[in-house]
């Protein structure tokens, strides 16, 4: 399984950016799909995640403001991101579950103050 991410930039506080990632190659029956992200010196921390069934779960410091959806035609997951802040700089990755966890590359988001 290939995760391809985009969406990623530099925006300014307050602003918005809406990342995507999809997902290809032995695409099996997915549990789950959703965002993490890793800002400099810190460790990665989940950011949202959805179920193939739609139950989402968020981080509480981007409860309100970012939204994770999915196309399961399309095997691709969104992360509409709003009213971003500075501390939500860091880079981005996509995860796929179908028994096994899957990564993406990794896509940079710069909020600046």
């Known amino acids: 399984v290939q995760l391809q991410a985009s969406g990623g930039g530099l925006v300014q506080a307050g602003g918005s950016l809406r990342l995507s990632c999809t997902a290809s190659g032995s695409i099996g029956r997915i549990k789950h799909m959703g965002w993490y992200r890793q800002a400099p010196g810190k460790q990665r921390e989940l950011v949202a995640i959805r179920t193939s069934g739609g139950e989402t779960n968020y981080a509480d410091s981007v409860k309100g403001r970012f939204t994770i959806s999915r196309d399961n035609a399309k095997n691709t997951v969104y992360l509409q991101m709003n009213n971003l802040k500075p501390d939500d700089t860091a880079v981005y990755y996509c995860?796929?579950?179908?028994?096994?966890?899957?990564w993406g590359q990794g896509t940079q988001v710069t909020v600046s103050s």
């Open positions: 995860k796929c579950n179908q028994g096994y966890d899957y």
